[in-house]
């Protein structure tokens, strides 16, 4: 089984990316799953209060807005909380006995303690930040984007890609600003090498599935080290003769 969560600004094509790999785990054969954060509160405010999306979209995002404020505030981990018993209770038979391998997508990972749960030993979860790079989004200075989660998703856009891995756990940073038939392509290869018993994370490779160009400077790196461990086993080998 493995989970991914994808988490960066609004509109940066996090839903596409997902997507994108939903139907390559599909057409590899997996069974997958979609299982955002919001999908409690979305539950609540679509069943309990009768405000959809398409019939009603300006209510629903407000109530949305302002119900997932309010029980934050009331207990930060109560969304998170409901989502891992969803989950748990919804897919635990699937988890434990399913023939097939599973992929679950979180598509709005956006809050430190929604990061918190899908990093820890319990989930295990692969996490990526997608930055749109050159790609336009739409609505850049919406007034909807002074939302609390927006405003933390445009302080990790500015970080460095490095910072973003080391000091925020991210495993991968996905430049985001690819064609569709790159997109297709990234998926299936992306889906392949997380179910890799051993996957390679030289800077190559990684480079490869956040769709960048390589750092030069880290496989010079990279490299040096490797032609210093041949060096050392030649020399044990040579003492070794003696």
């Known amino acids: 089984m493995i989970i991914i969560g994808l988490s960066g600004k609004a509109r940066t094509g996090k839903s596409r990316l997902c997507r ?10 997996w069974d997958v799953f979609v299982k955002p954060f919001a999908g409690p509160l979305k539950k609540y405010v679509s069943e309990e209060l009768g405000y959809t999306k398409e019939n009603n979209p ?51 990972v956006r809050y430190p303690n929604e990061m918190k749960i899908l ?50 756990n ?23 090498y997380l179910s890799s018993n051993d996957p390679c994370l030289c800077e190559a490779c990684s480079a490869r599935y956040e769709m960048r160009a390589p750092d030069e400077n880290k496989i010079d790196a990279e490299l040096k080290k490797l032609m210093d461990e041949l060096d050392l086993s030649d020399n044990s080998e040579e003492e070794e003769d003696v």
């Open 20 to 29: 994108e790999l939903y139907d390559a785990a599909e057409k590899l054969g």
């Open 170 to 192: 991210y495993d991968f940073v996905i430049h985001n600003d690819k064609s569709e038939a790159v997109l297709e392509n990234w998926a299936v290869n992306f889906i392949t």
């Open 58 to 108: 300006k209510e629903y995002r407000e109530n949305c807005q302002k119900i997932g404020a309010e029980k934050r505030k009331e207990n930060s981990d109560h969304w998170v909380s409901l989502w891992y018993e969803d989950m748990v209770n919804e897919h635990l038979d699937e988890m434990a006995n399913a023939e097939r391998p599973a992929l679950y997508l979180v598509d709005d």
């Open 119 to 168: 990093k820890s030993p319990k989930v295990n979860a692969t996490l990526l930040f997608v930055k749109h790079k050159t790609r336009k989004i739409e609505d850049p200075d919406g007034e909807w984007r002074t939302h609390e989660s927006e405003k933390i998703a445009n302080k990790l856009e500015a970080i460095d890609d490095n910072d973003l891995k080391e000091r925020y």
